[in-house]
Nanobody, 121 residues
Framework: QVQLVESGGGLVQAGGSLRLSCAAS????????MGWFRQAPGKEREVVSA????????YYQDSVKGRFTISRDNAKNTVYLQMNSLKPEDTAVYYC??????????????WGQGTQVTVSS
């Protein structure tokens, strides 16, 4: 049974930082690309960032480029999202997701339950 468990969310002031973690189990982690998505109230879920199986290829949504960094540790079956210079518009539930091998913005097979990130102004 595949499980993705996010952690690290919370309340932070604008300009602050958070690091999200997503621990995976029940799959061969190094065979999967990982993505971070978010959904704000009243909005559709959107991709924030993604990383391929090796960590060599990454993708970022334009609004987070230069502020967020995705990384992974295949030895720990964990993917991270370092979020700096947070803005109130980053407030959302953040989800991690897994898809086989190649980096993409859609087509994810497995999803976590999400972690709330709230940025106050």
């Amino acid at each position: 049974q595949v499980q993705l468990v996010e952690s690290g969310g919370g309340l932070v002031q604008a300009g602050g930082s958070l690091r999200l973690s997503c621990a995976a189990s029940g799959l061969t982690f190094s065979n999967y690309a990982m993505g971070w998505f978010r959904q704000a109230p009243g909005k559709e879920r959107e991709v924030v960032s993604a990383i391929n199986w090796s960590g060599r290829n990454t993708y970022y949504q334009d609004s987070v480029k230069g502020r967020f960094t995705i990384s992974r540790d295949n030895a720990k079956n964990t993917v991270y999202l370092q979020m700096n210079s947070l803005k109130p518009e980053d407030t959302a539930v953040y989800y991690c997701a897994a898809r086989p091998m190649t980096i993409a913005t859609k087509g994810y097979d497995y999803w976590g339950q999400g972690t709330q990130v709230t940025v106050s102004s």
